[in-house]
């Protein structure tokens, strides 16, 4: 294998492990929705939507073949790490200002309304308020937590393009 081949592996395996890594984040935000009782509110079923979108988009980039369409799908996750950095932005503002709403009762019937909430309600349907404060975790709330993973994902992406092709 030459040094090109090599580099786009490594790339490859960092989107399998992103992907992976966005899963365990939507399995978290279950046990705390199912077993904790934390009702998911309309921007944290958005994030939900972002995780699943890096995770699919970082699966199918790792199994294409060649560099252009592996970047396609990098892209992809890079642009929906962006609405999620979105999405968990406005929940960190909303939690730190809790006289902001969310606005449950025009955002609920939206995100009720997606597909993916008619397959399968328990993940992506609305339950909850955005306001609503849970116990934080290692001193940061969940939506926190989730802009941190968010930006990661958009900063790290990009930088592992660029240094694994810098000279390829």
Known sequence: MNEQTLRLNRERRFLVLLGVICLSLIGGALYMQVV???APCPLCILQ???LLLIALF???GAAMPGRRSLTLFEGLVVLSAIGGIIAAGNHVYILANPMVSCGIDTLQPI???LPLAKVWPLVFQVDGFCSTPYPPI???SLAQWALMAFVLTAVLVPLGIIRNRRRG
């Open 36 to 38: 904790l009782g934390e």
């Open 111 to 113: 995100v009720d309304d």
């Open 138 to 140: 290692l001193g940061l």
């Open 48 to 50: 939900r939507y972002a």
């Open 58 to 60: 970082a699966f199918i």
